[in-house]
């Protein structure tokens, strides 16, 4: 281990480069949000047909998953802070071209191309903080700092979208990363020190081009089995090709001595139960959260901006316990901080199960506020992944992180929005979505009102469940005596 000698003294500017990293994910998960409230705004101006918006929604997670692997080994390469710096430039450039937009294909090639800076940013600001951080205590806080922006990310951008749309136009809504784009890329200039795996090997580019068309088709299977169901050709056609493509990916990675991910990573017990934990958190949220906030709009009548404020009790609850989620495991233990903070969120999400009739917000607030103290859990996830890879390898410990999110949040809409539609389905038949039977009117719209959230509360009871079983399976991977102040 004599290359990271160079790495063990603090660097001096540590906790300004974590502010430049944490605001660049906090706008970067905003974005994600934001084209939730800007959408309906986009479809009366632009007129896209049911499939180009679909792609709208869609192209910009198919990018981000795509280019994971194969951006983050690049800045293990290339260099890590030459790789953020992409990412803010191409960002900001995207954002910049929305002015042009005047057709729903611009759109989609300005999700697209969002898509690839959010590639490179997300992973490289996990990897750039394992780089700034030698200390292992250190690195901890500044992971739960990530963890907490993460969640107030996803929180208010509904609520800055809201405000965006209902007070300019749509453009707005992108139009908000540019000067933030170009603060960043000045102080990360100055705060951020390059780093980069001193032994990266050769390039493989079979094993490149295998994860990028291997996880494409997996997400695109994902999200389209939710909406056409698992016999849909496509379906089945993308499924076989991620298979083929990811189960070669795996082959070729593990017999490479410098692979392009290093998967050897999950030998450690430890690992794995961090990136499960992110996936499972990822998945109850991403499907939890899309229910949500339909329910507080076609059920309760909330308006998006209404509805962003009513989700805040997610964000607060994260806000206060991402950060003290550390201090908690040294107290307590990882393994129980981990296990804990997920179990929390599965109360949380049963709450919407077992509340009195008709549901309420009282409820569901305190429910959100259990789901994301629960999401404290993520920062020791990420603080576990990345201190159990080497420095050289926090490319790809972050590729791995990142993957579990996107993967996880794909997995949530399709499962637990199909348990949704299911459930609706059988108390309203004959009506395809709450929309339709809205548009009905009369009892017909009270009956799909109440069937709705009906979905919601059986759906907040599966994801519950699903919480609680990766809860124990994170409590048996995780070694009791694992310690965060220590660490490579």
Sequence with gaps: MTLAKPELKPHPR????????????LLVVMDITILNVALPAISEDLRPDPVSQLWMVDVYALVVAGLLVTVSSLGDRWGRKKMLMTGFAVFGLASVLVLWADSPGDVIAIRALLGVGGAMIMPSTLSMIRTLFTDAKERATALGVWAAMAAVGGALGPILGGLLVENFSWHAAFLVNVPVMAVAIVAAIFLLPDSRNPEPGRWDPL??????????????????????????????????VAAVT???????????????????????????AGTV????????????????????QLVMGYSPLETGIRLLPTAVGAFVMSPLA???????????????GLAVSAIGMII????????GYLPVAFSLLLVGAGMGALAIASAVIMSGAPAEKAG????????????????GVAILGSVAAAVYRADMPGSDSITQALDIGGQVAERAKVAFTDSLAVTGLAGGVLMLLAALTVWWLTPRSLDLSEGH
Aim: charged content about 15%; some cysteine; hydrophobic content about 55%.
């Design 207 to 240: 094993a490149t081009v295998l994860s990028i068309v291997g996880m494409v088709a997996l997400v695109y299977a994902i999200k389209h089995a939710a909406k056409d169901g698992l016999l849909e050709p496509t379906v089945l056609l993308s499924a076989a």
């Design 352 to 359: 919407l199960f077992v509340a009195p009739s008709p549901l």
């Design 246 to 272: 990811l189960i070669w990916f795996v082959r070729r990675c593990l017999s490479r001595p410098d692979p392009l991910l290093e998967l050897r990573l999950f030998k450690s017990t430890s690992f794995t």
């Design 396 to 411: 790809s410990a972050a590729a791995l992180e990142e993957t579990s999110y996107e993967l996880g949040g794909a997995l």
């Design 277 to 296: 934990t992110a996936l499972t958190t990822e998945l109850a949220m991403a499907g939890m959260m899309l229910l949500m906030a339909q329910w507080m």
């Design 326 to 340: 550390p201090s908690l495991a040294r107290k307590i233990g990882a393994r129980t901080v981990l296990a804990g």
């Design 14 to 25: 540590r906790w300004g480069g974590l502010a430049v990293l944490s605001a660049s994910l």
